[in-house]
């Protein structure tokens, strides 16, 4: 159901991201994901197979400043309740340090075993879990954030708590090859919410609230 999103001035530097993702392949698999009709154990599969591929170099390529300034940003902006904070799509944990680094990271969740490998375990508790069937309780996050992540709207509607928030991040824009623009994002969570958003780096953040 649409939502409201309310832009901010950006505070930090914004910088034009390199054509990279708006052609990408994994924007056919990123729509199917978010119409709830591309998700099954052979999707699944394939998809942690595609991120086995690319641990090796992934936490050197998604660790910088540039790339991460919309999520330091939102962690700075967004009005993020006390509460259990839990990341999914975490990676190799490039996000998850910088989050560990100001409040406990409940625990941080991703499909690919590789990627999961490659995690320093002190930052946070990091476990292999599929986000279409998340292996948490029902309303039991405060605040739940994603980067650069596939939206399986139904189920982080369910395990977000009352009063939660839902930390959309997109790290290189709208060439993020994962990605959904922000109307969109907000058209896809159950319900109806609203949203602070603002940009930052290469790319920007939404915090979203059921209305």
Sequence with gaps: MT??????????????????????????????????E???PERASFVA???DTLSVDWHCDHSSD?????LEDALD??????????EIGCGTGAATERIAARRPVAAALDLSPKMLALADPAVAPFVRAD????????ASVDVMVLVNMFMFAASYDRVLAPGGRFVWI???????????????VMDLLPGRWTATGSYAGTGFWLVARRS
């Design 49 to 51: 197979g595609v991120f």
């Design 66 to 70: 540039l790339r991460l300034a919309p």
């Design 131 to 138: 986000a279409g069937a998340l292996p948490l309780a029902s």
């Design 38 to 40: 591309g998700w099954s």
């Design 3 to 36: 939502g409201s999103i309310t832009w901010i001035e950006p505070v930090r530097s914004v910088v034009e991201p390199a054509r990279f993702g708006s052609d990408h392949p994994m924007r056919t698999v990123t729509r199917q994901i978010g119409s709830g």
């Design 77 to 86: 902006r967004g009005d993020l309740p006390p509460g259990r904070l839990v």
């Design 170 to 184: 997109s790290t290189m824009g709208d060439e993020t090859p994962i990605y959904f623009p922000p109307d969109e």
